[in-house]
């Protein structure tokens, strides 16, 4: 099993991807606590550093990039600080992002967390600021990104669509790529935070837990809601695979074959923050199935690169490295 794996992991280097979605800016504000505000009973922080890292759809851009993809990063960005900076920080790690475009109608996406400490204690989030696109994406630029993306999609391994609701993915869009990915033969994989039951022939799916229930129209799910949930989006969307992601309790994979096989979490006891696993979940997976994995193959292979991200803070990634190690600590033989 593991020589199968590691063989995987090797075949990840220069795989080509397309990741099509919202791109978001990730801003990370760290200061250090200095004294209690004379105005209000709230922290005042002395200002140390400010850092961009990608997320949303630019996270998974990262993601795969890391693991050793050839990625091809297609979204809108706006005209400020923080879309200049999220393009240089892609390009910086050898992304092509001639399919991100610079609108001046939007303003980039973007999350900012304010992180405080101590000299003797470790940073914490304290506040997170969210600036989201309220507009949908105009006729011209969405006219731009499926020039680009007909242009270079022949080329691609795989297509991923991450769509966080930022309104970046249209129905023309997702109508396109699902349509031109069957029509080409590539593989087409789905992780959308709202609207997941609209890419009725995508290849596969990826959906949280809540997302799945929420799809279905439930406000959580029990173990026998999880089966209820993930055979249905499969069947609703003619998908070959959906793979649903349970937090604590690992991953679930159901294949259009009727089977569906639970996958327990790789690390329970030293997870130190969450923020970007399923990007990393979808970044894996994809590579795997490029590099010719099974669906059960990707998901292991997913299922412990989200085990590595989760001992990291913020918005982290994985290496190529870090998953062999991950392979090597686990101590059963599973199914792949």
Known sequence: MDNLLFKIIKGFQQQKIMVVGDMVADVYLEGRIARISREAPVLILEHESETVLPGGAANVV??????????YAV????????????????????????????????????????????????????????RESKTALDSAAEARLLAYAENI?????????SDYGGHTVTNNI????????????????????????????????????????????????????????GQAILTQLEADAVLLSRGPDGMT?????????????????????????????????????????????AARL???????????PGTATATPEELVTAIGEQHENFEV
Do not use: W
């Open 62 to 71: 990262h993601n795969v990039t890391t693991l050793g993809g050839q990625v």
């Open 75 to 130: 979204g809108v960005v706006g005209n400020d600080a923080a879309g200049h900076e999220l393009i240089r920080v892609l390009a910086g790690k050898s992304v092509d992002t001639g399919g991100i475009i610079v609108d001046d109608l939007r303003a980039t996406i973007t999350k900012t967390r304010v992180m405080a400490g101590g000299q003797a204690t470790v940073r914490q989030q304290v506040v997170r600021v969210d």
């Open 153 to 161: 999609l022949a080329k691609m391994a795989l297509v991923v669509i």
């Open 174 to 229: 997702i109508e396109y790529l699902i349509q031109r990915c069957r029509q080409l033969g590539i593989p087409c994989m789905v992780d959308s935070r709202y609207n997941v039951m609209a890419y009725k022939g995508v290849t596969i799916v990826k959906q949280n837990e809540s997302e799945a229930a929420a799809a279905i129209g439930l406000k959580n799910l029990d173990d026998d809601g999880i089966i209820t949930a």
């Open 253 to 297: 994979l159901f294949e259009r074959s009727g089977r569906y096989t639970h996958i327990p979490v790789s690390n329970k006891s030293e997870v130190y923050d969450v923020t970007g696993a399923g990007d990393t979940v979808v970044a894996a997976a994809v590579l795997a199935l490029a590099a010719g994995a099974s669906y059960l193959a």
């Open 302 to 312: 997913a299922n412990l690169a989200a085990g590595v991200v989760v001992r990291k």
